[in-house]
């Protein structure tokens, strides 16, 4: 039988989404940040943008969390060009976020009427984390899994603060799973059907 050529770790988009809150049918994106790395967590490019509420009643949820204010949405982009600045960020990396259900939700549910836009096989640093802890004594919340890696959030519920420690625990997660090459990633992946 042939040995199958195993397949190189390939970049990661590591993205974090703040909101209005839990739900993305009744909640809205308020904030993105987007880290992309390569498996050794070297950085590629960063991103991050507010998003303009769509009409100017929509709340912005638990401020006293994300510290994001109305005023502060004014100036901002609205989803559609921070999705249009968000894909370039997303193309040939592997989406990846902590708790990725819930990130690729909001996004997925904002993006389902543009053409062309995919986040493919959605890599969750949360599940990551849980694996390595079958019995569930510690916390997997990312502020617990950075500190348990030496890796500094200092800015918690900041997308792109976020984003950034996700992005440095990676490498961390990986090597604790021994991962690595592409097929070593598929019990860490999440699904998501598109928004009917």
Known sequence: MPKVASVPLPRFAVVDVETSGLSDRRHRILQLGAVVIEADGTVIDQWSTLVRLGWPLQSVGPTHIHGITRPMLRGAPRLSTALDQLAPLLDGAIFTAHNAQFDAGFIIRAAHRRAGFELGPQLCTLRMSRRL????????????????????????????????????????????????????????????????
């Open 133 to 196: 802890d079958p019995n569930r004594q510690m916390s997997h919340r990312l502020i617990d899994v950075a500190e348990r890696y030496g890796v500094d959030l200092t800015a918690p519920h900041d997308a792109l603060a976020d984003a950034s420690a996700t992005a440095a625990v990676l490498p961390h997660l990986l090597a604790a799973h021994h991962v690595v090459e592409s097929e070593q990633l598929a019990p860490f992946f999440v699904g998501l059907k598109r928004p009917q």
